[in-house]
């Protein structure tokens, strides 16, 4: 995903669209994602 229109990604959602990630790891969103990577 985009990780640039996350700016504050400390005000992530709970909505689930899970995300997964080449590591291995399913986020439970974008947000939670960009969150993780930054």
């Known amino acids: 995903p985009d990780c640039d229109k996350f700016e ?4 992530c959602t709970n909505e689930y669209f899970p995300v997964c ?3 291995g790891n399913t ?3 974008a947000c939670a994602f ?4 930054r």
């Not at 504050?8 to 005000?11: E, R, S």
């Not at 960009?34 to 990577?37: F, G, L, Y």
Request: charge should be negative.
């Open 8 to 11: 504050d990604t400390t005000g």
């Open 21 to 23: 990630a080449s590591d």
């Open 27 to 29: 986020y439970s969103n």
């Open 34 to 37: 960009c969150n993780e990577v």
